[in-house]
């Protein structure tokens, strides 16, 4: 069910004090509770980042990681912990943000052209929530990485990496023209939001999409951090040297283990080396660069938070703090996303609004990608297209028990193509995730998320859960329908340069 308000019933809803408290937020250190506020439209400011596991993060328990500006922005507003994607790959989950759909409804299913894909639709640019909000009078911007499949237009300020960008001294598309840039890229990136912010007409709301490279692979972090972690064991996963072979086949031929990752060779990591050294020797390597370029991004984010304080906006401001997908930190012995495991669909997801949301709330409903466009049309104002699937999270942050989803569904695609993940879908709830891997062979997994967080035992083919396997097989079945997923079970995007995977 989607929440839609006009205009009067929104400010109707934010200016009316404190509401009851739910159940499940008091579940938390604080629930989340509308304050009185103003009746100006809200500014917002949407920062993504590629690939950041949640748990790459202060705010969801790192301790060697500080991130105190991102975890500020949860810290002074919301923190949702079941924050997820529907695909965990770049391409279709910024398009997802974007528009509020499922990838089988904008259709690009694929990182396209960059994966060897071609033919998926273009983005409508025009029904992506930033440019509805132009439309109804915001002044918005995107800086940053785009990476979708097709330019991004209609905003008033534009300044973005070509395809994954280069982390050192960037060109950027800026307003229609490629400009030579000098730095570090997310620096870069942090200049590039500051100067919209300022350059900003002060009589209109604004909308900023403010997204970085990091901490896509390369992570190659600012001189300033290249000593980070240097002197420090960081320790590994109890998953790092899982053995795989009770697993599915379509997992034991995917291409994501971290003791195969040729990124260190050059750095000592022999590929002769037994498997579970290379895997140690990787995981020491990979991990520090991963966070020394978040040390980047969280010092871009307090520069932004900052000036957002220092010239009295951060009030009226919304500013949500999101990634892409998620990414495996060598549980499972693996790296990379794609995956339906929980390190590669949960990412962070953070909410800061002080003029109307309360500090130090914790929400443990689900939180997905297609919730973000229609959440910030409908707490703008803005009508939301009955074509978008998501949710506004306006009762999540307004307290009280309305009804809310109880499970989601998620979907993968692209194969034959890098990593060599195969198709699947599958369906979470609060306890149970089932995993449907398409023909050739089909394959299921089932993993009881209550006594099995880290998804270590796969119960789908035990009898005693054969009545719960068929029950998600139901459901699975149910949520395709209500989200109009008309796909053939074994359907697969036809790449134009596949890659050659195992058979």
């Not at 892409?324 to 495991?341: A, T, V």
Request: hydrophobic share 35%.
């Amino acid at each position: 069910m989607t929440v839609r308000h006009n205009r009067r019933e929104a400010l109707k809803l934010l200016g009316g004090g404190a509401l009851a408290l739910s159940a499940a937020q008091m579940l938390g250190c604080a629930p989340a509770v509308v304050r009185p506020r103003s009746a100006r439209r809200p500014n917002i400011v949407f920062i993504m980042t590629d690939d950041h596991a949640q748990s790459a993060l202060g705010i969801y328990g790192n301790r060697l990681l500080r991130t105190p500006h991102l975890d500020r922005i949860g810290h002074e507003g919301l923190r949702f912990d079941h924050g997820f994607v529907t695909n965990a790959l770049c391409l279709p989950s910024r398009a997802t943000y974007l528009t509020g759909q499922y990838s089988h409804v904008h259709g690009m299913r694929t990182n396209g052209e960059e994966s060897g894909f071609t033919g998926e639709p273009l983005l409508q640019n025009s029904q992506t929530w930033p440019n509805l909000l132009r439309t109804a009078g915001y002044h918005t911007g995107v800086v940053g990485k785009w990476h979708v499949n097709t330019p991004p237009e209609g905003y008033d300020r534009i300044a973005v990496l070509p395809g994954q960008g280069v982390y050192f001294d960037p060109p950027m598309l800026v307003d229609g023209v490629m400009r030579p840039q000098r730095g570090h890229t997310d620096d870069v990136i942090g200049d590039h939001a500051l100067a919209f912010l300022r350059e900003r007409p002060k009589d209109r709301p604004f909308a900023l999409l403010y997204q970085f490279k990091a901490p896509h692979r390369g992570w190659e972090p600012a001189p300033r951090f290249e000593r980070a972690f240097e002197d420090i064991e960081i320790p590994v996963p109890d998953s790092l040297l899982e053995s795989l072979s009770a697993r599915p086949e379509a997992l034991r031929k995917a291409d994501m283990r971290i003791a195969d990752m040729p990124d260190f060779h050059r750095e000592g990591v022999d590929p002769s080396l037994p498997e579970d050294e290379r895997a140690r020797r990787n995981f020491q390597i990979f991990i520090k660069r991963y966070y020394r370029v978040l040390l980047g991004v969280d010092e871009n984010v307090g520069r932004v938070l900052d000036y957002l304080d220092q010239a009295g906006l951060a009030e009226d401001t919304i500013v949500v703090y999101t990634s892409d997908n998620g990414f495996f930190l060598g549980e499972h012995g693996l790296f990379d996303k794609r995956l339906m495991y929980e390190q590669s669909i949960l990412v962070p997801m953070l909410l800061r609004w002080p003029g109307a949301v309360a500090a130090g709330g914790v929400e443990r409903r689900f939180a997905l990608n297609i919730d973000v466009a229609p959440t910030f049309l409908d707490l703008a104002g803005a009508a939301v297209p009955d074509t978008m699937q998501g949710t506004s999270w306006r009762p999540l942050l307004a307290g009280g028990d309305a009804p809310w989803r109880r499970d989601f569904m998620y979907q993968y695609y692209e194969f034959p193509a890098v990593h060599c993940v195969r198709p699947h879908r599958g369906v979470r709830d609060d306890r149970w995730k089932y995993i449907r891997w398409n023909p050739a062979p089909a394959e299921d997994e089932l993993y009881d998320l209550q006594s099995d967080p880290d998804e270590r035992h796969n119960l789908a083919g035990s009898p005693e859960h054969a009545d719960e396997l068929e029950r998600l097989r139901g459901r699975l079945a149910q949520l395709r329908r209500e989200y109009a997923d008309n796909d053939p079970d074994d359907y697969a995007p036809t790449p134009t340069r596949p890659r050659t995977c195992p058979a």
